[in-house]
């Protein structure tokens, strides 16, 4: 992102705010998330949005990460239909089908044991690497797992963001 105004930025200063808290809801599940942002406009700067971004995400609470998350497809099985999470979830569409069933049962033990999807930022990772933090991941605490899930919420909120303030 650049630090300067860019048509894309003031396209989504000026939208209404149904239409916005709509795209909003695209880059994060958390109404909480939406309003939040959607408060601060207009923003001068790309990077003005971003670190809005990153501190409303600092502060969301348990139920917010909760709705955020729930947003959010298993690693393997994008939303059909949805190019953005086909997109993100790229690494795993060449994976093998070993490595596919064995992040389908990874997944299902992770939502036990947390009570929510494996999240994280999946643009550019290889399906193995998925693979590995997930496994590694399902070994940490709740507490521990919790601020994983924030930091990887909020590399996945600025890669959207930026598509979304894109020029087009």
Known sequence: MTSSSTPGLARFNTLADNVAIAAL????????????????????????????????????TAADLAEAMAGHPPIGRPKPGDPVSSREQRGMAG??????????????????????????????????????ALKTRTGNSPEREREIVRTELGKINRIRLTRLVQDS
Request: proline share 1%; charged share 25%; hydrophobic share 45%.
């Open 25 to 60: 809801h695209e880059v994060c599940a958390s109404a909480a998330w939406g309003r939040a942002i959607l408060s601060r406009r207009p923003y001068a700067t790309a990077d003005a949005l971003l670190a809005a971004s990153d501190a409303t995400t600092a502060h969301l």
């Open 95 to 132: 994976a093998s089908e070993e490595l596919k069933t064995e992040m389908l049962e990874l997944n299902l033990a992770y939502q036990e044991r947390f009570g929510h999807v494996f999240l994280i930022c999946a643009t550019g990772a290889t399906g193995e690497r998925m693979r590995d």
